[in-house]
């Protein structure tokens, strides 16, 4: 008790600070999201997302090769795919040559040793913009995981170390798992988004794969049929400990920031490890609040991203993480 005990005398400088902090941030907390379109030498700006960019193939793999340098060891693959390719079943998801395919072959020709996880979603490809199938108005579940199982395979015999199914259909995970080990993948990894919330946030990343769903009479003009709540809590460790029973190897929880209470929730009754996705809207928040001036950008990152893992985030999905690693380094 005071005066015998003086909580201050752990804060006095930034040595005494450094060897009683709790939470380390490292390059080994971190996957890196990219973006990948067709064509070459492009590597263009997004928008809603200043300073992160959509890669071709030539300049992806360059890309990969500085990340590595970096200490950065895991990479997220999206693709951006043209709209002549798109239609409701996600055909192109399932071509051996299509980008996703060679973007995964890039990467590990280019490196290796990183490791390469993909995002399993119909909504790239679906010319609705929709993470399902689509029939008589109605996102269809069972015929959606069927897809995304084949999917998976593919991706698989590209390379792929995880898949990433982010569609939140029901018994995909159990599907997916089943269809790896019967194609003999059954070193392939899984990393669900156990407890992806039906957010507002994702408008940027909806802009950089032009994925939004469209506006269209008789089709559901947001995804809250097959994403969560925002108001739930208890949900999302009934959806986490769903997709650990099917086989997940990790679990996500989406969005990163309004959700840290689910994260901590998560972890305290899971054994396998939990990733967050610091998502789209909460980079573009941060980069449009500094350019305003309103905020030290380098100051308040690095506290999101300390909030993030002190919840409980073993690895976190973010579009800070070169910036990050080259700061603390």
């Not at 159990?174 to 080990?181: G, K, Q």
Request: aromatic share 8%; glycine share 6%; with cysteine.
């Amino acid at each position: 008790m005071f005066p015998l005990r003086r909580n201050r005398r752990l804060r006095t400088n930034e040595a005494i600070r450094s060897l009683v902090r709790e939470t380390i941030i490292s390059p080994n907390d971190f996957l890196v999201p990219l973006f990948v379109v067709e064509g070459k030498g492009i590597k263009e700006e997004i928008a809603s997302m200043p300073n992160y960019f959509r890669f071709s193939l030539d300049l992806l793999e360059k890309e990969v090769k500085e990340l590595w340098k970096l200490g950065l060891k895991s990479v997220l693959l999206f693709v951006k795919v043209p709209d002549n390719l798109k239609d409701n079943k996600g055909t192109e998801a399932l071509n051996p040559n299509g980008l996703m395919q060679r973007a995964i072959k890039t990467v590990k020709n280019a490196c290796p040793d990183m490791l390469v996880m993909t995002d399993v979603a119909l909504d790239p490809y679906s010319s609705y913009g929709h993470d399902g199938i689509i029939e008589n108005g109605i996102i269809v579940n069972d015929a959606t995981v069927d897809l995304l199982a084949e999917m998976s395979v593919s991706h698989a015999k590209a390379g792929a170390n995880f898949v990433a199914p982010s569609d939140m259909m029901d018994g995909r995970i159990v599907t997916i798992r089943e269809a790896l080990e019967q194609g003999g993948f059954t070193d392939t990894g899984i990393m669900s988004y156990s407890a992806k919330y039906a957010s507002s946030f994702y408008g940027p990343f909806r802009d950089a794969l032009d994925s939004a769903p469209v506006d269209m009479i008789n089709i559901p003009k947001d995804k809250k049929t097959y994403q969560m709540d925002y108001a739930n809590r208890f949900e999302a460790i009934r959806e986490t400990e769903m997709d650990i029973d099917e086989g997940a190897d990790i679990v996500m929880v989406k969005p990163g920031l309004c959700y840290l209470d689910i994260v901590r929730d998560i972890k305290n009754v899971v054994n396998v490890p939990v990733a967050v996705y610091q998502v789209s809207g909460e980079y573009a928040m941060l980069k449009a609040a500094a350019e305003k001036g309103w905020i030290d950008h380098d100051a308040v990152m690095l506290e999101q991203v300390t909030a993030i893992k002190r919840a409980g985030a073993d690895l976190i999905a973010s579009y800070f993480a070169k910036e990050i690693v080259k700061l603390i380094s």
